[in-house]
């Protein structure tokens, strides 16, 4: 039996090339989420829905990672939040 959670909201970015969304990947290189953003420049905050997202992700250990390709595959985007609803409120936020 695979359990389930249900994202009634949940959109996905205009892409031509790949797309891919992640959670807790830290996890199966048995680090933190604190761990994993020493680690690596990929977590940088620009990259955040917001400082306190960023924040949250920390104290929670969960981390959520949405990256696509919108036009080619050169040129990617990125956003990291604590959670699948806030990188949703970030994606509702954008301009098109």
């Known amino acids: 039996m695979v359990e389930k959670t249900a994202y009634p909201?949940?959109?996905v970015p205009r892409h031509k090339?790949?797309?891919a969304?992640?959670?807790n990947a830290h996890k199966d290189?048995?680090?933190t989420?604190?761990?994993t953003l020493e680690n690596g420049p990929y977590y940088?905050?620009?990259a955040w829905a917001s400082l306190e997202e960023r924040q949250r992700a920390i104290d929670s250990d969960s981390l959520w990672t949405m990256h696509w390709y919108p036009e080619t595959p050169v040129g990617?985007?990125?956003v990291h939040a604590s959670s699948l609803e806030a990188i949703m409120a970030w994606l509702a936020a954008q301009d098109d």
């Open 17 to 19: 090339a790949s797309f």
């Open 29 to 31: 290189y048995y680090e």
């Open 9 to 11: 909201q949940f959109v």
């Open 76 to 78: 990617f985007n990125v």
């Open 21 to 23: 969304l992640t959670h």
């Open 44 to 46: 940088e905050g620009h």
């Open 33 to 35: 989420v604190a761990e």
